[in-house]
């Protein structure tokens, strides 16, 4: 054996959208990712490697892409890396292709077999050709294209032992005697001619995504199918997650409980229980939301319907110049924007995509969920307005309601005025509906909620950490005669928080807030839910006793004896959470995304203007109105 | 970005292309559940047809039109063994004949 056939390859993994790309990555990798970014660009690079008997196969994941001649960000990096231009090229190629729909696959496949590297062609899905008639011979289509051709069923990992064997040896691949055509229709010519004699009985229509999709994209069926969804869809993430969330929260106050008797009282117990514990479990506790939200997310998207969900409300997306896929990606955000923003990398316009990316923070990412809860949970009285329907739910979808209507009104401004002009095609594949296999689906949840445990444990943990320090230095003393309560509150007031605080009370005064809830939204500026942790770390200083919600409700102001959180100042602070971008994740993605630091600053800097508008107005009304 | 010699699409038609395809229709006027061959691709941005033809509305390739969306656009095709949504505006660049 020489030494070049055992030296490590590089092999690049190329091929449509939706053609089971991903999918033989995980079979052919085992998951373990490498997951970072191309060198200058914004678009994720995803690395895997594997012994192929004696030899090391490094596989670099390609973005899906319908041509080598790029229109979106995700194609332009495929030709870059194929030609070297951003990283040393691949050593050979796997192109993979969805096998029903090779009349369109083999027009990229007859582009890449042009750059002339050792290519292999893949072709997935081959349970779903024979379940559809299709018969289709293999033999025959590697002589025809010269090149060898493997099938392999990805998610059973069937066919995935032969082609690591044939990947031993990339240099032994029969190489196709003459390159296809060059223009497009040449190469179509190329392709019937070839599958004119390879395609045996040509596949029929998916009888069950044909049976599913007379319904679910009915003209009546599917708008109500597609409204229901989505409201199943928020239901069962509120409904389902409370009783976890509820076994979570008295966990974390058992806990807080048992270190305070176990710990000598002094500044370890406060830091441990008003810091640590009070800080990281406020947020500990909408892991279950998240869960489910992402697993919802996840099945909807792996099924075949968020595709159908697009194509549903295309029309409505397009009144305000946007697509039905910046649809997927805005429902997403009500999860975290930050993939949804992510998800943006799908849209081939530059400036949708960028419309999308900043309008995205304003859909109610599940972080002020937490802040959502607490206000209106103490404030909101628990009425039932009409049947099951109540108070608190309305005032909670009203709030949803007003961060989507902003986010498309917002939208619509947007490609009217900064980003106007510049019209790339709309298009989009519906794929055949599909069963994910529990694998895949519990890999993609581990991997977001374990993206939301490390953010809590490491910027959340902190910002908690710093928190507390600010709150309680410097240890000044109370005047003597002072209640216990008074004294802390003293403490706290005159502590580094309550100094920033303070400072910044003249500019939120306008909007109702005090100095406890400028900390708040000072704190806030990490990430949302982060006020919630300051409050309670607040507020378990000055009051030993009693829930958060308890705490806050009470809360009078000293000097006045008038209550802090007035029906004005409750309203102001929720509208004032719809707008604002107080998310540091999400200005690093939009970051990273945008490669500039440019479109981070105007979206921070218009979402917090138009919360301090709005919330100044709302105030001012709820004021008026005898609030 | 595009190699010259890719460019296939002309970017405006020709007038006499109208003349000489009486038969053509563009494909967003196509029945639902007819079939036609694409006979051109003619938009007036090259970004659109060039894409419009790696998606296989090749002309000589056969569409369908399958469905429309409930609320009017985009219309769901078949072409090339896979299956593309398109809206008015980008269908209406696709010259068919029907069949």
Same mark, same amino acid.
């Given at each position: 054996?020489?030494?070049?056939?055992?030296?490590?390859?590089?092999?690049?993994?190329?091929?449509?959208?939706?053609?089971?790309?991903?999918?033989?990555?995980?079979?052919?990798?085992?998951?373990?990712?490498?997951?970072?970014?191309?060198?200058?660009?914004?678009?994720?690079?995803?690395?895997? &490697?594997?012994?192929?008997?004696?030899? *090391?196969?490094?596989?670099?994941?390609?973005?899906?892409?319908?041509?080598?001649?790029?229109?979106?960000?995700?194609?332009?990096?495929?030709?870059?890396?194929?030609?070297?231009?951003?990283?040393?090229?691949?050593?050979?190629?796997?192109?993979?292709?969805?096998?029903?729909?090779?009349?369109?696959?083999?027009?990229?496949?007859? *582009?890449?077999?042009?750059?002339?590297?050792?290519?292999?062609?893949?072709?997935?899905?081959?349970?779903?050709?024979?379940?559809?008639?299709?018969?289709?011979? /293999?033999?025959?289509?590697?002589?025809?294209?010269?090149?060898?051709?493997?099938?392999?069923?990805?998610?059973? $990992?069937?066919?995935?032992?032969?082609?690591?064997?044939?990947?031993?040896?990339?240099?032994?691949?029969?190489?196709?005697?003459?390159?296809? =055509?060059?223009?497009?229709?040449?190469?179509?010519?190329?392709?019937?001619?070839?599958? #004119?004699?390879?395609?045996?009985?040509?596949?029929?229509?998916?009888?069950?995504?044909?049976?599913?999709?007379?319904?679910?994209?009915?003209?009546?069926? @599917?708008?109500?199918?597609? @409204?229901?969804?989505?409201?199943?869809?928020?239901?069962?993430?509120?409904?389902?997650?409370? =009783?976890?969330?509820?076994?979570?929260?008295?966990?974390?106050?058992?806990?807080?409980?048992?270190? /305070?008797?176990?710990? =000598?009282?002094?500044?370890?117990?406060?830091?441990?229980?008003? +810091?640590?514990?009070?800080?990281? $479990?406020?947020?500990?506790?909408?892991?279950?939301?998240?869960?489910?939200?992402?697993?919802? !997310?996840?099945?909807?998207?792996?099924?075949?319907?968020?595709?159908?969900?697009?194509?549903?409300?295309?029309?409505?997306?397009?009144?305000?110049?946007?697509? @039905?896929?910046?649809?997927?990606?805005?429902?997403?955000?009500?999860?975290?924007?930050?993939?949804?923003?992510?998800?943006?990398?799908?849209?081939?316009?530059?400036?949708?995509?960028?419309?999308?990316?900043?309008?995205?923070?304003?859909?109610?990412?599940?972080?002020?969920?937490?802040?959502?809860?607490?206000?209106?949970?103490?404030?909101?009285?628990? /009425?039932?307005?009409?049947? %099951?329907?109540?108070?608190?739910?309305?005032?909670?979808?009203?709030?949803?309601?007003? +961060?989507?209507?902003?986010?498309?009104?917002? #939208?619509?401004?947007?490609?009217?005025?900064?980003?106007?002009?510049?019209?790339?095609?709309?298009?989009?594949?519906?794929?055949?509906?599909?069963?994910?296999?529990?694998? !895949?689906?519990?890999? *993609?949840?581990?991997?977001?909620?374990?993206?939301?445990?490390?953010?809590?444990?490491?910027?959340?943990?902190?910002?908690?950490?710093?928190?507390?320090?600010?709150?309680?230095?410097?240890?000044?003393?109370?005047?003597?005669?002072?209640?216990?309560?008074?004294?802390?509150?003293?403490?706290?007031?005159?502590?580094?928080?309550?100094?920033?605080?303070?400072?910044?009370?003249?500019?939120?005064?306008?909007?109702?807030?005090?100095?406890?809830? @400028?900390?708040?939204?000072?704190?806030?500026?990490?990430?949302?839910?982060?006020?919630?942790?300051?409050?309670?770390?607040?507020?378990?200083?000055?009051?030993?006793? +009693?829930?958060?919600?308890?705490?806050?409700?009470?809360?009078?102001?000293?000097?006045?004896?008038?209550?802090?959180?007035?029906?004005?100042?409750?309203?102001? !602070?929720?509208?004032?959470?719809?707008?604002?971008?107080?998310?540091?994740?999400?200005?690093?993605?939009?970051?990273?995304?945008?490669?500039?630091?440019?479109?981070? #600053?105007?979206?921070?800097?218009?979402?917090?203007?138009?919360?301090? +508008?709005?919330?100044?107005?709302?105030?001012?009304?709820?004021? *008026?109105?005898?609030? | 970005?595009?190699?010259?010699?890719?460019?296939?699409? =002309?970017?405006?038609?020709?007038?006499?292309?109208?003349?000489? $395809?009486?038969?053509?229709?563009?494909?967003?006027?196509?029945?639902?559940?007819?079939?036609?061959?694409?006979?051109?691709?003619?938009?007036?941005?090259?970004?659109?047809?060039?894409?419009?033809?790696?998606?296989?509305?090749? %002309?000589? &390739?056969?569409?369908?039109?399958?469905?429309?969306?409930?609320?009017?656009?985009?219309?769901?095709?078949?072409?090339? $063994?896979?299956?593309?949504?398109?809206?008015?505006?980008?269908?209406?660049?696709?010259?068919?004949?029907?069949?």
């Amino acid at each position: 054996m020489s030494q070049a056939a055992t030296a490590p390859l590089r092999l690049g993994l190329l091929g449509s959208p939706n053609a089971g790309k991903t999918t033989l990555f995980n079979a052919l990798t085992g998951l373990h990712a490498k997951v970072g970014n191309y060198p200058g660009v914004t678009v994720e690079r995803r690395e895997g &490697s594997f012994a192929a008997g004696e030899r *090391q196969v490094t596989v670099i994941d390609l973005p899906g892409a319908y041509s080598l001649e790029p229109l979106s960000p995700d194609e332009a990096v495929v030709a870059r890396v194929l030609s070297g231009e951003l990283e040393s090229p691949p050593q050979a190629l796997l192109v993979v292709a969805d096998a029903c729909s090779l009349e369109r696959s083999l027009l990229l496949v007859g *582009q890449v077999l042009r750059r002339g590297l050792p290519t292999c062609l893949v072709l997935t899905m081959i349970d779903e050709l024979q379940a559809r008639g299709g018969k289709l011979d /293999r033999d025959r289509l590697e002589q025809a294209l010269g090149i060898p051709v493997l099938g392999v069923v990805g998610h059973r $990992g069937r066919g995935v032992d032969a082609l690591r064997q044939q990947l031993e040896h990339p240099e032994r691949w029969s190489r196709p005697p003459l390159p296809p =055509p060059e223009s497009t229709e040449d190469r179509a010519a190329w392709a019937d001619s070839i599958l #004119a004699s390879v395609l045996r009985v040509r596949p029929g229509a998916s009888r069950n995504t044909e049976r599913i999709d007379r319904i679910v994209l009915h003209p009546v069926l @599917g708008t109500l199918i597609f @409204g229901v969804v989505m409201l199943a869809f928020f239901q069962l993430i509120f409904h389902w997650a409370t =009783p976890a969330m509820d076994a979570i929260d008295a966990g974390i106050r058992a806990l807080s409980a048992l270190a /305070r008797d176990a710990l =000598p009282a002094g500044l370890l117990a406060d830091f441990l229980c008003d +810091g640590l514990i009070a800080g990281v $479990g406020s947020v500990i506790v909408f892991l279950p939301q998240i869960l489910i939200l992402f697993s919802l !997310l996840y099945l909807l998207e792996d099924v075949g319907y968020m595709a159908r969900a697009a194509f549903v409300i295309d029309r409505v997306m397009g009144r305000i110049g946007l697509e @039905g896929r910046a649809f997927v990606s805005l429902l997403s955000s009500y999860a975290c924007a930050v993939p949804g923003i992510m998800a943006t990398r799908t849209i081939p316009s530059p400036k949708n995509r960028l419309v999308t990316m900043l309008v995205a923070p304003l859909m109610t990412c599940s972080a002020r969920l937490p802040v959502y809860a607490l206000l209106i949970g103490a404030f909101v009285p628990a /009425r039932q307005v009409a049947g %099951p329907i109540g108070l608190q739910g309305l005032v909670l979808l009203a709030l949803y309601l007003a +961060g989507a209507a902003a986010a498309l009104v917002v #939208a619509a401004l947007l490609k009217r005025t900064l980003l106007r002009g510049e019209e790339l095609p709309f298009y989009m594949e519906l794929p055949s509906y599909r069963w994910p296999t529990a694998r !895949l689906l519990l890999s *993609q949840i581990w991997g977001s909620a374990s993206a939301f445990l490390r953010r809590a444990g490491t910027i959340i943990l902190a910002v908690s950490v710093v928190l507390w320090a600010l709150l309680s230095f410097p240890r000044s003393e109370a005047p003597a005669g002072l209640s216990q309560t008074d004294a802390a509150r003293h403490r706290l007031e005159h502590s580094l928080a309550g100094s920033a605080g303070r400072a910044i009370e003249p500019l939120i005064a306008p909007l109702g807030f005090d100095w406890k809830i @400028g900390v708040g939204l000072l704190s806030s500026l990490a990430a949302r839910e982060v006020i919630v942790a300051t409050l309670a770390q607040i507020y378990a200083a000055a009051d030993e006793e +009693g829930s958060l919600r308890d705490a806050i409700r009470r809360d009078v102001d000293p000097r006045t004896g008038a209550p802090v959180f007035t029906p004005a100042t409750v309203a102001a !602070l929720l509208t004032f959470f719809v707008f604002a971008l107080q998310c540091m994740s999400t200005l690093a993605v939009l970051r990273r995304e945008t490669n500039s630091w440019h479109w981070p #600053a105007f979206a921070f800097g218009y979402l917090l203007a138009l919360a301090y +508008g709005a919330s100044f107005v709302v105030y001012r009304v709820v004021s *008026q109105l005898g609030g | 970005m595009a190699s010259p010699a890719s460019q296939t699409v =002309p970017s405006s038609p020709p007038p006499w292309l109208a003349l000489s $395809g009486h038969a053509a229709i563009p494909l967003s006027e196509l029945a639902l559940g007819r079939s036609a061959r694409v006979r051109e691709v003619a938009a007036a941005n090259p970004r659109i047809g060039r894409r419009l033809l790696d998606l296989g509305f090749v %002309p000589g &390739s056969s569409v369908r039109a399958l469905r429309r969306a409930p609320l009017g656009d985009p219309v769901e095709y078949e072409v090339r $063994g896979s299956r593309i949504c398109l809206r008015a505006s980008e269908a209406s660049c696709i010259r068919v004949v029907p069949e």
